[in-house]
């Protein structure tokens, strides 16, 4: 990805190479589905009070460049 990312880190020996928080073990992921559960981010940093806004911010920032460089091959209609 061509947008830097310093506070989102993989790590093959941390939450087997996903993408997280640099310096915590929470995934980007677990940001993500707390936010799409309808969490505020008041909410998460409660959860995690070793977390800043800007640290929920950076996760939704690391998914939304990944999801733009993401391949969509589309499927003919004979083959769903």
Same mark, same amino acid.
């Given at each position: 990805?061509?947008? +830097?990312?310093?506070? !989102?880190?993989? &790590?093959?020996?941390?939450?087997?190479?996903?993408? #997280?928080?640099?310096?915590? @073990?929470?995934?980007?992921?677990?940001?993500?589905?707390?936010?799409?559960?309808?969490? +505020?981010?008041?909410? !998460?940093?409660? &959860?995690?009070?070793?977390?800043?806004?800007?640290? #929920?911010?950076?996760?939704? @920032?690391?998914?939304?460049?990944?999801?733009?460089?993401?391949?969509?091959?589309?499927?003919?209609?004979?083959?769903?």
């Amino acid at each position: 990805m061509s947008t +830097s990312h310093d506070r !989102i880190t993989t &790590d093959p020996e941390v939450m087997f190479g996903k993408p #997280v928080v640099k310096g915590t @073990r929470v995934p980007v992921e677990h940001i993500l589905r707390k936010l799409g559960a309808g969490q +505020s981010i008041a909410t !998460i940093l409660e &959860d995690h009070p070793h977390l800043s806004d800007a640290d #929920v911010y950076a996760a939704v @920032r690391y998914a939304a460049d990944y999801m733009a460089h993401e391949e969509v091959v589309p499927m003919r209609e004979d083959e769903r």
